[in-house]
């Protein structure tokens, strides 16, 4: 990298961790993410993602990963639950899925290039929101040979499952109730391809397509009405909706949700409604050296007028308010974060841990709820590696990077092992942010931390 280019990065970076302190979207910084697919299931946010590996020149995409919420600001991350090598028939191209709930089976549907080639739609089934996954098939749900990508998946108020995708003819199939197949004895064996009208899915403001459909399409209800999100062209994509009557429309193109914006020349829209609110999932090209293939995911309340139709918004740096407070007297996994600067997360034998921590790095946790009776203590399972003494420590701040010192666990070399360290704590009661800094010399990570609790 030239000097010029590297100061300018430099400087950008810079400016990015100075407004990032207060930031909560992306909502991910530990990989870059794009895609997203929120489900709720038993009070959580299960958020399906797809995973840029950070190619500059196009997506290289090679697996799925899961993260989770109860309050829409701490996530969890999970890991890859997904990855290309489960669909023995797959290539390349792990690009939008999308999962769903039915009689106890969590369906996956995924599109992906074929061995043979052509993109398809393959579907994994799995017995909980985190799997473990398996394709279902052996071979694609769905190949109509042409821009079979984004698949969404709906199941109606009478039982009747659709799965919709599509670019640029958005597509859909009944799905059976087995949800690893469809009634191929409508349509065209089973398949629609919607008349891409400016009616249903609005003019394009170029004049290579008639309509401004791209692809992305997400089917939701509010009350009797139905909508189809979905992402609109030309390029850079902004999100639009459509209303209709039925999941299956008529459809009537009802406008801009969201710009086009945010350094990412796709947008990719995913909306659920939690805890009494509506939430817009979307994805941008925030992170530090993020653009179109090396995207972020992001999420902010979409608010509706009387009549239905959607107030547009702008992507939020700030993102929703927390729905919940955290419980710091649970155990809470060390990858539970609503920011850090800095960290990774990787699978080892006992679950996810946060890795390459560097001195001076943090991660924040937002809205943690100590309630009335102080706490006065803080453990934290943690792998120390090397032998010698390097003053690895974990400071705990309230409220600020820069806020008042509660506790400070000092550790001592682990090495390979796991080893659980405690600390007295200030007494500290009601509902702060929470940050773990992380203390050390030396240029070799620090610590690799599992996971964390308060005790009384
Ligand atoms: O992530 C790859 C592709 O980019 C998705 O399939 C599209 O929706 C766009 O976000």
Known sequence: MKHSTLRVWLLGLCAWLAQAAHAANPIIQTIYSADPAPMVRDGRVYLYVGHDEGDKKFFDMRDWRVFSSSDMVNWTDHGARLSL?????????????????????????????????????????????????????????????????DPAAYIDDDGQAYLVWGNPTYKWVKLNRDMVSYDTTVGDHGIFRHEMTVEAFGKRAKPDRATAYEEAPWIYKRGKLYYLFHAGGPLPEHLAYSTGPSATGPWTYRGVVMKAQGGSFTNHPGVIDFQGKTYLFYHDGSLPGGGGFSRSVCVDELHFNPDGSIVPLDMTRTGPAPAAHLNPYARVEGETMAWSIGLQTAQFAGGIAVTDVNAGEYLQLRSVDFGAKPARQFSAQLRVPGTQPRGVAIELRLDALDGPVIGRLATTPTGDAWQSFKTAVKAVTGVHDLFLVFRGEGTEPLLELDHWQFQR
Do not use: C, N
């Open 85 to 149: 090598t489960d669909f023995a028939w797959a290539k390349k191209h792990a690009w939008a899925g999308h999962t769903i709930e039915r009689d106890g089976k969590f369906y996956w549907y995924v599109p992906v290039e074929q061995a043979s080639g052509g993109m398809a739609i393959g579907v994994a089934v799995g017995p909980t929101p985190l799997g473990p996954f398996k394709d279902a098939l052996g071979k694609p749900l769905v190949f109509d040979k042409q821009g079979d990508i």
